[in-house]
């Protein structure tokens, strides 16, 4: 059986990763193989690491340091999964750095799709540590043929959710990446979410600068997105903001009906913020997060999180209510 045919139930089924992760361990123990990628993670020769297209500092830094990794043997695979096995985070950590070249081998084939791959290599490496927490050397396998689809799983889910995302500069990026690892680090340490000055101290970056990056990475909505029965887009709700205000010149369209239901529905907080971001419902339009802030008594990165938290429902609605229709 051929991964790509894996692949292919996944999609027709709308299986979850996990689910195919069973589902692939299943078939191995029956004896059936699966074909994979020829990459191995203990044939260095195989895995060209010369990244294609501009090199950012980030990415050479990130380049060199995976290649003082050593590569692992078959039984270093086996003892290091054993320990990992009994929560050894030590050993977690040696199996993800030796098999970062795997990742980089991997994320450059996906290149091309206006995703950097500093970013890819990222997405990756999220594959990768789900790899190593899920590998049961009992099998027999490989850890690379394991760990290379996990890999692939991620890089091909960032490049589809490429499509609805806004393009964000490269120095914004590599702001972004160096926040979200800290940020991490921050909570681990401090058990809350660290606050901006916090973030901007540690990362040695301007605050006003942290929270350029930190609007860019708010998840969005397609503007594209069809709603209803797929007439109409969610863009022509807010494309000419010297409009009538959508939702009040709604009454005779089934489709913004379903989208003024789809906000009414939204929790409060979520609705207002909704409304004051994109001129709904009679509200003054082009509201800042800042200034939303301020009206309800809440900081700009709370705003923020509330508008994310509402254009995914919304959403998440919209689909709902055309389903039902």
């Known amino acids: ?6 692949e292919a139930v996944q999609l027709e089924h709308d299986l979850g990763d ?3 992760a069973e589902l692939r361990d299943a078939l191995t123990t029956a004896g059936v193989e699966i074909e994979e990628s020829p990459v191995r993670a203990d044939e260095p020769a195989d895995l060209d690491l010369s990244p294609v297209g501009t090199v950012t500092d980030s990415l050479q830094l990130f380049l060199t340091e995976i290649g003082r990794h050593t590569l692992l043997t078959a039984a270093d695979e086996v003892a290091l999964a054993k320990r990992v096995e009994a929560g050894d985070l030590v050993a977690k950590e040696r199996m993800v750095n030796a098999n970062l070249r795997l990742v980089v081998s991997i ?5 091309g799709h206006q995703l950097p791959l500093l970013d890819l290599i990222q997405e990756g490496v999220i594959g990768l540590n789900r790899a190593v927490e899920k590998f049961d050397y009992r099998k027999g396998f490989k850890f690379s043929t394991y760990a290379t689809w996990w890999i692939r799983q ?3 889910r960032a490049v589809a959710n490429q499509a609805d995302t806004i393009r964000i500069p490269v120095h914004v990026q590599e702001r972004r990446l160096k926040l979200r690892r800290t940020r991490q680090a921050l909570e681990a340490k401090l058990g809350r979410a660290p606050t901006l000055e916090e973030l901007a101290e540690a990362t040695e ?3 006003n600068h942290a929270q350029e990056a930190l609007d860019a990475v708010e998840a969005s909505v397609s503007l594209n997105q069809a709603i209803g029965d797929g007439d109409g887009e969610l863009g022509d709700l807010f494309g000419d903001r010297t409009a009538e205000d959508p939702i009040d010149a709604a009454g005779a369209s089934i489709e913004q009906q379903r989208v003024r239901e789809a906000v009414a529905d939204l929790p409060e907080r979520e609705r ?5 971001r994109f001129g709904l419902a009679g509200h003054a339009e082009g509201a800042s997060l800042e200034q939303i802030g301020k009206e309800l008594g809440l900081t700009r990165e709370r705003i923020r999180q509330l508008e994310t938290t509402a254009l995914r429902s919304l959403g998440e609605r919209l689909s709902d209510l055309a389903g039902a229709a």
């Open 205 to 207: 970056l301007k605050p």
């Open 1 to 6: 059986m051929r991964a790509d045919e894996l």
């Open 154 to 156: 991620s890089c091909q």
């Open 18 to 20: 996990h689910a195919v």
């Open 107 to 111: 994320a450059k084939r996906y290149q």
């Open 272 to 276: 207002l913020v909704l409304e004051r």
